[in-house]
């Protein structure tokens, strides 16, 4: 056996681990990061500063003292992101997260999302139960106004920026910018439900941006299973129960298939195509 055999094997086995625990788990966290959207091609925060607003404090793009400073060009810096995005789909990482919760719940199992990221593209692939902790780039809301008050605003690019409401108020991104709190009913929510998972996934996140980078220690506190899927070492990793090397892409729709050969619900979920029917 040479070593990529045997590396090979020790994935497989740890990713049957991994899916027996998934069939075994009352509650199911997934809490994931930038690195879940690298495969849709959608650049960091930083790697989008690239040409004209390569100049620009990153701060002055997002921050509230940036926004009221320039409305207009922080708009429009959010427009282009929103124009990149619209580009981009699910990749085969945010579609097996879909397909593993529409298993969860088919067979009675709570089962929850959490991202950081704001793209969207979660809820484009079929995530049901998903918390966007940092906000979602396609909604607004009133500059002054409560984070219930956000609404979606689809068109792409926008005809107006910066953008108002029916009311004449100005409207600002519905995401968390720097030196701002997170919803605090969200955030609540996702830290409850990350306390009592059995099992917590941290996907493509460097887990180094609190308060989304303690949603694991909430599960390892009361003795949770976490497992990390990330091309390079974390912050995370030294506490991580498993750590599975690679794009997340490629690896959640391999677990998924594991959990797919166990779980109860998979058979009535889909008997045609695991029975290998055209
Ligand atoms: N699959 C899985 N992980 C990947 C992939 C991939 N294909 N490609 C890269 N990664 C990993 C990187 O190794 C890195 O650990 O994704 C992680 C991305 O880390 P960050 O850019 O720090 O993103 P994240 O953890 O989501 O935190 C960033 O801070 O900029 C703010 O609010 C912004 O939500 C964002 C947060």
Redesign the pocket.
């Known amino acids: 056996m040479d070593s990529r055999t045997e590396s090979s094997e020790a994935l497989r086995q740890q990713l049957r681990e991994i899916a027996r625990l998934a069939c075994r788990a009352r509650c199911i966290v997934v809490s994931?990061?930038?690195?879940?959207s690298?495969?849709s091609g959608i650049p960091?925060?930083?790697d989008a500063q690239t040409g004209l607003w390569a100049r620009y404090d990153p701060v002055m793009l997002?921050s509230y003292e940036g926004f009221v400073t320039d409305p207009e060009n922080v708009w429009r810096w959010y427009d282009e992101r929103r124009q990149a995005m619209a580009l981009a789909s699910p990749n085969p990482?945010h579609l097996a997260l879909a397909r593993w919760e529409a298993l969860a719940l088919a067979g009675g199992q709570e089962f929850l999302l959490a991202t950081?990221?704001?793209d969207g593209l979660h809820s484009r692939a079929g995530s049901m139960h998903l918390l966007e902790?940092?906000g979602n780039i396609w909604f607004a809301r009133p500059l002054k106004g409560a984070y219930s008050e956000a609404c979606e605003l689809p068109q792409c690019p926008l005809p107006q920026l910066p953008p108002y409401d029916g009311q004449g108020r100005l409207l600002r991104p519905h995401?968390?910018w720097f030196g701002e709190m997170l919803d605090n009913a969200v955030l609540s929510q996702a830290m409850v439900t990350a306390g009592r998972a059995d099992l917590l996934l941290v996907?493509?996140?460097?887990?180094?941006?609190y308060p989304?980078?303690a949603l694991p220690h909430a599960a390892l506190r009361k003795g949770g299973t976490v497992v990390e899927?990330?091309?390079?070492e974390?912050e995370l990793t030294p506490h991580a129960h498993f750590s599975l090397r690679?794009?997340?892409?490629?690896?959640l729709p391999q677990l998924l298939a594991e959990i797919e050969l166990l779980h109860p619900a998979a058979e009535a979920a889909a008997p045609a195509q695991r029975k290998g029917a055209p």
């Open positions: 994931t990061g930038a690195g879940t690298a495969e960091t925060f930083r997002a990482g950081q990221n704001i902790l940092h995401v968390v996907v493509g996140s460097s887990s180094q941006v989304a980078a899927i990330n091309p390079s974390t690679g794009p997340s892409g490629e690896l």
